[in-house]
């Protein structure tokens, strides 16, 4: 059975700080895909990052990166000098064998404020 | 063009009324997804639909909730004889075919409380 886990509820930085968001999955299948998506205050759901698991190349894009750790089974979520409009929950979500949206497993989410 | 789009964004309804709620997908998208988001919970997957097809309902309660993508018009998601626990955020997500390199829109979800 998949289960994804964001064990952090809430998270408060400062403008500038770099965060990091965790996200722990569980899965049996050795192919899978894991996801990020942002819900800013506006409420809709803004997808960020898919990665596979034969990919464990981290990934940076701009001041987000993301870290994939099959041993751990982790795929966290980095803010480089957080801004205002990085408020938001973050959800991390797994799918396994992606073939399209009917099989998405989302974790309960981080709520991040960045505080001016 | 114009992204997933869901109406209504609020809706109030008490207790034993019906909710309908709306889903417009991405132009070209033919393919539905309902997920459904309590109150600190993650989003949890509903019914996937075709064009007037249900194609996996694995997701959705066996009573009370039903869902419909017609050949012309948006999906429907209903909800008869709500309850308080019906309560939630309900996202519609939509892709242009099922393969692996689809990606997924969301909406920006209609928000249900039953009263």
């Known amino acids: 059975a998949q289960k994804v886990t964001q064990a952090q509820t809430e998270i408060s930085v400062v403008e500038k700080e770099d965060v990091t968001l965790d996200c722990v999955y569980e899965t049996r299948d050795t192919t899978y895909y894991l996801f990020w998506y942002k819900q800013p205050p506006s409420g809709e759901l803004v997808f960020l990052i898919r990665?596979?698991?034969?990919?464990?190349q981290n990934e940076i894009s701009g001041r987000y990166s993301w870290n994939f750790q099959k041993s751990t089974s982790s795929f966290n979520f980095t803010i480089t000098a957080s801004q205002v409009v990085d408020s938001a929950v973050y959800f991390c979500?797994?799918?396994?064998?992606?073939?399209?949206?009917?099989?998405?497993?989302f974790g309960t989410g981080t709520r991040l404020t960045v505080i001016p | 063009n114009a992204g997933v789009m869901q109406n209504p964004r609020h809706l109030v309804r008490r207790r034993g009324q019906e909710a309908r709620l709306r889903c417009s997908p991405m132009k070209g998208h033919s393919h539905v997804y309902w997920y459904r988001q309590l109150p600190e919970e993650g989003l949890k997957f509903m019914v996937y639909l075709q064009k007037e097809n249900i194609i996996d309902e694995s997701g959705m309660p066996k009573e009370r909730f039903s869902a419909e993508f017609p050949k012309e018009g948006p999906s429907i998601l209903r909800i008869q004889q709500v309850v308080r626990g019906d309560s939630a955020a309900y996202f519609c997500?939509?892709?242009?075919?099922?393969?692996?390199?689809?990606?997924?829109?969301f909406g920006q979800g209609t928000r249900l409380t039953v009263v």
């Open positions: 990665r596979n698991s034969f990919d464990e």
């Open positions: 979500a797994l799918s396994e064998a992606w073939a399209g949206a009917n099989n998405l497993f």
């Open positions: 997500a939509s892709t242009t075919t099922n393969g692996e390199n689809t990606e997924a829109f």
